[in-house]
């Protein structure tokens, strides 16, 4: 793809805040000296937000303030004026009902930041799973020059000599203690080896995945998505990311310039290849809704179907996300799908060069951790999309994740009409379950739970796992998360809340998957189905008072098409409001 940039100098957006002698520029100019900025700096050089997750409730990005100051200092370097933004910032591990509730949210307020304040444009300092999405979502829909740079992953966790994988191990060791192969006190001493240094998630779970399809995008500079959050090349990172947003500005390349299609189907085959996780489905259907793209669940089963999944990290594999960064990271990942024909070498970056340009000579330092086609986890990894009278619109599965016996399989329906009621009865024996059963969840979507919670991957009933069973088919509307694993089937579409087929199953009837046909179907007639929808009643929403959990109630869409708000899709631009001083 050629790109040319605009011609060099012109008048950026700030100038229209502190261009000029008139009152209205004094009132924007004359307030911010009170910083101690020098009047020069006002003089039309491009003004670069930092846009910073920071928040001590959000560990992940919890030592992003120290990469600010790094990317301040690759600003003032490259001629650019920098200013630091505190942002919303999702915390996976704190917010209830669940983080995903908030992207939108976050997506919104970081769009009317950008366009509202003067900047030209912006750095995106992000970590935590939700917090990669949101605003990127937020600079494609105002079209302002951005850049990501993340915070990285935690170093490994170590337990008794064994790797202890963020959010994997945790669900491990927690069906370890209901099958009474763990006590709780070697769980409680595990606790400390998962998070032993700042970062993000170490394993490929979603923060991990959207870093990476950040760089697979080409919208953040080639390497960033694997380098640990406590290495020293993470904070070069920072400052070359601060670098280079400058020229950015002055050739204004902007994120639709980069987001293209093609863009997105080489993040598609990238997702397959890492075993990325399922969350990257409804973030890249909404990223790509932002920007104007038509991308849908098609494109992502079409596309990672005869990917190979070669990187061998948690959930899928054995390694950990350090491992992954001395291998060589996501640019051998990019040339090995160069090399098979699975990437579009021409597709522009931040650099403002094409992807096959940064990744060509690239090097496997271990091919253990990034393994050859031949030796992959999965031959056909990626995401299977799954349709059929249960999941008309679509429901997805992590073939990387699954059992390969299980991908083939009709079974019992054991329902759960909602997550307190399977609390209420997965732990009593006399549930009537075997490891033949089908799970099933329900009312837990984006409008059920509300949010669309990371439940999908519910635990195994103890009298299951005591016999040493390990999986069993789920199905569920909800998200599971990043980190977990199993034969697990997700987002089912339209969801339970919304009048889906999910919503009339009930236990006992028959349920038939067969992944290589991406089929996924209930044993009912069509005029059975027909009547039990006719009998179905809306459940109550999940909350009667208004705020901003009513307005996502009633204003997401499913998680087909990105869980997002109908009114938040294009590109609004970054024309400056009007000044009212």
């Not at 949210?105 to 009317?112: K, N, R, T």
């Not at 491992?323 to 597709?347: I, N, Q, S, T």
């Amino acid at each position: 793809m050629t790109f040319k940039p605009a011609q060099w100098p012109r008048k950026l957006r700030s100038q229209e805040w502190y261009g000029g002698t008139s009152r209205d520029n004094i009132y924007h100019r004359g307030w911010l000296k009170n910083q101690g900025y020098p009047h020069d700096l006002f003089d039309g050089r491009p003004v670069i937000g930092i846009l910073n997750t920071w928040s001590e409730l959000t560990p992940c990005n919890g030592h992003l303030r120290e990469l600010a100051e790094k990317v301040k200092a690759g600003v003032w370097e490259a001629g650019g004026f920098p200013v630091e933004v505190p942002v919303f910032s999702a915390s996976e591990n704190t917010f209830r009902p669940t983080a995903m509730m908030y992207r939108n949210l976050a997506a919104m307020a970081v769009e009317e930041q950008m366009r509202a304040q003067p900047i030209d444009g912006a750095v995106l300092l992000v970590g935590c799973d939700k917090t990669t999405p949101s605003l990127m979502m937020g600079a494609a829909s105002t079209d302002i020059p951005s850049i990501v740079v993340t915070g990285g992953p935690m170093l490994n966790g170590w337990f008794r000599g064994e790797r202890v994988g963020s959010g994997t191990a945790l669900w491990q060791m927690s069906e370890d203690i209901k099958a009474g192969k763990m006590s709780q006190e070697d769980f409680l001493e595990a606790e400390q080896a998962m998070s032993r240094s700042s970062g993000t998630c170490n394993t490929m779970g979603t923060a991990s995945t959207m870093a990476s399809m950040a760089e697979a995008l080409g919208m953040a500079l080639s390497g960033n998505a694997a380098i640990p959050g406590v290495d020293a090349r993470r904070r070069v990172m920072a400052q070359l990311t601060g670098r280079r947003i400058v020229q950015m500005v002055k050739d204004d390349l902007k994120p639709s310039d980069i987001m293209t299609k093609a863009a997105f189907e080489n993040a598609i085959r990238t997702n397959g290849a890492i075993g990325g996780s399922t969350n990257a489905v409804v973030h890249l259907l909404a990223l790509a809704g932002r920007v104007g793209v038509d991308l849908t669940l098609e494109d992502w089963d079409r596309l990672g179907r005869d990917v190979p999944t070669i990187v061998n990290l948690m959930p899928s594999g054995k390694y950990l996300m350090e491992e992954f960064f001395y291998a060589g990271g996501l640019p051998v990942v990019l040339k090995r799908l160069g090399e098979a024909g699975l990437l579009h070498r021409d597709a522009l970056t931040v650099s403002g060069g094409v992807i096959w340009d940064e990744v060509k000579d690239a090097v496997n330092w271990n091919e253990d951790v990034i393994r050859p086609a031949d030796k992959a986890l999965t031959a056909s990894g990626g995401i299977a999309v799954l349709r059929g009278n249960l999941a008309p619109q679509g429901a997805v599965l992590k073939p990387s994740a699954a059992t390969p016996a299980l991908m083939r399989h009709r079974g019992r329906a054991v329902v759960f009409e909602d997550i307190d009621d399977y609390k209420a009865r997965i732990n009593d024996d006399a549930l009537d379950i075997d490891e033949t059963c089908v799970m099933v969840l329900k009312n837990c979507g984006p409008k059920g739970y509300p949010g669309m919670s990371e439940v999908g991957n519910m635990g195994l009933p103890p009298k299951v796992l005591k016999k040493g069973i390990t999986d069993m088919i789920r199905i569920s509307d909800a998200r599971m998360s990043g980190t977990a694993y199993g034969t697990v089937v997700l987002h089912t579409a339209p969801e339970a809340a919304a009048g889906g087929p999910l919503a009339i199953v009930r236990t006992g009837d028959m349920i038939e998957l067969d992944v290589e046909a991406r089929r996924l179907h209930l044993d009912l007639s069509d005029e059975e189905i027909a009547a039990r929808l006719d009998e179905w009643q809306p459940p109550e929403p999940p909350v009667a008072t208004g705020g901003y959990t009513r307005l996502y109630h009633d204003a997401v869409e499913g998680a087909d098409t990105g869980a997002d708000f109908g009114f938040l899709k294009g590109c609004r631009g970054r024309e400056v409001p009007r000044d009212s001083h």
